[in-house]
């Protein structure tokens, strides 16, 4: 008979997690990241683990959101793709997701959302229970060690749109608290043309704090030196990961957006990072079809959810026909109302 236990974490002990668990959950599970949630929108963390005889053997990372339009729900990886989950070995899912459904009903939530790349070969099979819902995939490029070698996959029309990038006098700099100031203006005024909400600089500033060197800013410059987009990305392990990234409108149609991926692609080959993970996007939008240009892998996302019997999965995202006109409106308030705005709106959606 098995002796694996299940253990709750105290507020105050640091997760002492494996490599073999903590990389394929991702920077997400990690301490700094929870303490950044924590920090910022105050949510509760709660961090569940499974060990037998001293070692551990799943680790589950839980964020309690409660807001007043997004609902009360838990979910793993808050402001994440994916991640805060990982166990190697079925008793061990089974405990840490039996554990999160007990949770869900001494907390009241409405649901539960576990987001996590599923590797295995065939995938895990949904638990009784719970409902998968396939809206998702994350987009993995394997770099090299010479960047240019990557080019012959690419197709002739974005080889292309690249080389004209790369003649439009742009300008990239890679930093930390140097840049926190431009990359928030360039973040923030993407996201309210395309009618979405962003966060506070504090959220960005406190990631720089919490990540250290693990985490860069990426801000990109025309020949006058006016921004043209930005991007943030983490370093984990052999994977570093695209978690922001928004070029604004008037620099579109010069492939500033190629031009970004580019040069952080350079950059990483050349530093020996194995795995470009270019972000999550929606299948079948247009976040998709610029990500697949660079011909990566696409990974379909593992969402499971644990609803109330009689209720519908949630659908919290910009293809929601619902947030139409919301999205609209939006794009025509002025930036001091959004950025004040956004903040409050975008903590519901982690």
């Known amino acids: 008979m098995s002796d694996m236990r299940l253990r709750t974490l105290a507020s105050d002990e640091p997760a002492n997690w494996p490599e073999n668990l903590t990389q394929p959950a991702t920077f997400t599970a990690l301490d700094s990241w929870s303490d950044l949630v924590k920090k910022i929108y105050k949510f509760p963390v709660y961090r569940l683990e499974t060990e037998i005889e001293g070692s551990v053997t799943g680790i589950l990372a839980l964020t309690e959101v409660k807001h007043p339009v997004f609902g009360h729900y838990l979910t793993t990886s808050p402001f994440g793709s994916y991640g805060g989950f990982a166990f190697s070995e079925p008793e061990a899912r089974d405990l840490l997701l039996s554990e999160a459904q007990r949770l869900n009903k001494e907390l009241g939530t409405d649901y539960i959302n576990i987001r996590w790349l599923d590797t295995n070969n065939p995938p895990v099979s949904v638990p009784p229970g719970w409902v998968q819902h396939p809206a998702y995939a994350t987009y993995q490029l394997d770099l090299k060690s010479e ?109 500033a957006g190629e031009f970004l991926y580019w040069k952080v692609i350079e950059r990483y080959c050349l530093q020996g990072i194995q795995i470009f993970d270019i972000g999550r996007s929606l299948l079948g939008s247009g976040n998709e079809t610029f990500k697949m240009k660079w011909k990566p892998r696409k990974e379909m996302l593992s969402y499971w959810y644990a609803i109330k019997p009689g209720t519908q999965l949630p659908n919290l995202n910009q293809k929601n026909p619902k947030y139409a006109l919301a999205i609209a409106a939006w794009k025509m308030l002025p930036a001091f109302i959004v950025r004040p705005l956004g903040p409050l709106l975008i903590s519901g959606l982690a």
Request: no cysteine; net charge neutral.
């Open 147 to 255: 960047p240019q070698e990557l080019l012959p996959g690419f197709s002739s029309d974005h080889r292309n749109h690249i080389r004209k990038s790369l003649k439009k006098n742009f300008n990239i700099k890679f930093g930390r608290f140097d840049l926190l100031d431009d990359t928030y203006e360039a973040l923030s005024g993407s996201m309210h043309e395309l009618g979405s909400p962003y966060h506070a600089k504090a959220y960005l500033r406190s990631m720089a704090e919490s990540l250290g060197n693990t985490l860069e800013f990426a801000v990109i410059y025309d020949s006058h030196n006016n921004l043209a987009g930005a991007g943030v990305f983490i370093l984990h392990g052999k994977v570093a990961t695209n978690l922001h990234a928004n070029i604004l409108k008037s620099f579109r149609s010069d492939y």
